[in-house]
Nanobody
Framework: QVQLVESGGGLVQAGGSLRLSCAGS????????LGWLRQAPGKEREFVAA????????YYADSVKGRFTISRDNAKNTLYLQMNSLKSEDTAVYYC?????????????????WGQGTQVTVSS
C-alpha cells in the first residue's frame, strides 16, 4: 500500500511563494518516481512537475518552468514543491503522486497512487 500525505497549501497573494510537502511511506520513496499534479475547478487534472526515483531527472510543465522547483529527500521520505512568483492561474488542488516510472513525458495516467490533495489559492 502506497500512502502519500500532502501539506503546505493555503492562500497567498499573486507574486508570493508557497512550499508544498508530501510525506510518504518508506516503501514509496526509495522505489518510485514522484510528481505533483493539480486540478483547477472545471478543468482536467494536469501534470505540474516530477522527479525520478533518485532526483537525478526532473520534469516541469511549461506553465511552471522557472517558477516551481521539485525536490525530494529520500532519507526523510518527503517530496517538495517550491512555488515562487505564483499567479492566479496556479490556483488548484495540488496532488502528490507516485509512479513506477515514465516511458516518455510524465502524464497523469502514469501515476498509480495519489494523496488526498492540498488547496492552493492565489489571489490577484
Amino acid at each position: 500500500q502506497v500512502q502519500l500525505v500532502e501539506s503546505g497549501g493555503g492562500l497567498v497573494q499573486a507574486g508570493g511563494s508557497l512550499r508544498l510537502s508530501c510525506a510518504g511511506s518508506r516503501r514509496t520513496f526509495s522505489t518510485y518516481a514522484l510528481g505533483w499534479l493539480r486540478q483547477a475547478p472545471g478543468k482536467e487534472r494536469e501534470f505540474v512537475a516530477a522527479s525520478s526515483w533518485n532526483g537525478a531527472n526532473t520534469y516541469y510543465a511549461d506553465s511552471v518552468k522557472g517558477r516551481f522547483t521539485i525536490s525530494r529527500d529520500n532519507a526523510k521520505n518527503t517530496l517538495y514543491l517550491q512555488m515562487n512568483s505564483l499567479k492566479s492561474e496556479d490556483t488548484a488542488v495540488y496532488y502528490c503522486a507516485a509512479s513506477p516510472g515514465f516511458t516518455s513525458w510524465p502524464r497523469p495516467a502514469d501515476f498509480g497512487w495519489w494523496g488526498q490533495g492540498t488547496q492552493v489559492t492565489v489571489s490577484s
